[in-house]
């Protein structure tokens, strides 16, 4: 069974789109990498990009409306990855996290909150440098979701 892995590469750092193009070689599985901005991508059958306009969320709505059932979707973005999941797809953020119907409307309530402090002037600092730890469990669980297609 084939399925694509789609990125939401405006924001997916470097190092993990290199880690999804060495596994769309290694696996000959279809990798697309949806942004705002044309992207860079190594010459490969296996590797596309697609430019979408500069409005808000408009890669996250391109990407939803591409994903099928089984599907993997590369992103940080928790309201994505809920829609993701939605639709009977797979939600994988780059720090190696799978994101669950179980624990999506946890993470949820968090953003939302995390965002309210912010409105009210709160800061809250951004999320964590990337580091090779992450790396690694983003390079394992991809690894595993692979495996078991």
């Not at 190092?15 to 193009?21: A, D, F, H, R, T």
């Not at 697609?50 to 409306?65: Q, Y």
Request: charged share 25%; with cysteine; net charge neutral.
């Amino acid at each position: 069974m084939s399925f694509t892995i789609w990125v939401d590469a405006d924001a997916c750092p470097t190092v993990i789109k290199e880690i999804l193009y060495r596994a769309a070689e290694r696996k000959k599985l279809p990798l697309v990498l949806i942004a705002n901005q044309p992207l860079r991508t190594p010459p490969s059958p296996y590797i596309s990009s697609l430019v979408v306009s500069k409005g808000f969320d408009e890669a996250d709505n391109e990407i939803v409306r591409r994903t099928a059932p089984g599907d993997l979707v590369i992103t940080a973005d928790i309201p994505l990855a809920a829609e993701v999941l939605e639709k009977g797809g797979l939600a994988l953020n780059p720090r190696g996290e799978l994101y669950s119907t179980d624990t999506i409307k946890q993470k949820l309530t968090m953003r939302d909150f995390m965002e309210t402090l912010r409105a009210s002037g709160i800061q809250s600092g951004g999320p964590a440098t990337l580091n090779q730890g992450d790396r690694q469990a983003f390079a394992n669980q991809l690894d595993k979701i692979l495996q078991q297609h």
